[in-house]
């Protein structure tokens, strides 16, 4: 079996990156594991969010967007595969897509037991330096 991806998008989602990428330049996410506005994927310029080692590098999105998470919240989800989906309305925070009029959500599926053994077999995922 291949190793499935821990991260998807949405078309849409995709559609309101590219967007955001003309308006910002390149981006990337991260996915906390604080509450309420706080654990929804944040958008921010590339760069504009520091990575540190408590930061695991679910994938890519959209082309080469990458998408991290604080590693507390990776081990809650590592069985899980995200997809980033994109909504109307407006969350509160620091994300790009706000004065847009919407808002990313994760939405989620738990892996099947083949996936999750390929992924072990693939290894623990990149984390930030």
Do not use: K, N
């Not at 967007?65 to 309305?89: C, K, L």
Request: hydrophobic residues 40%.
């Amino acid at each position: 079996m291949t190793t499935p991806p821990r991260i998807l998008s949405t078309p849409a989602a995709d559609a309101m990156i590219a967007r955001l990428a003309g308006l910002h330049g390149p981006l990337m996410f991260h996915q906390s594991g604080g509450c309420c506005d706080g654990s929804a994927p944040m958008c921010y310029p590339s760069g504009e969010f520091r990575v540190g080692g408590q930061d695991v590098l679910l994938g890519r999105i959209a082309g080469d967007v990458p998408v991290w998470i604080g590693a507390a919240q990776f081990e809650y989800w590592r069985h899980t595969q995200v997809t980033i989906d994109v909504v109307p309305g407006r969350g509160a925070g620091f994300s790009l897509e706000g004065p847009e009029g919407v808002r990313f959500i994760v939405r989620s599926r738990v892996f099947s037991d083949a996936e999750v053994d390929a992924l072990d077999a693939a290894g623990e995922p990149p984390r930030g330096e």
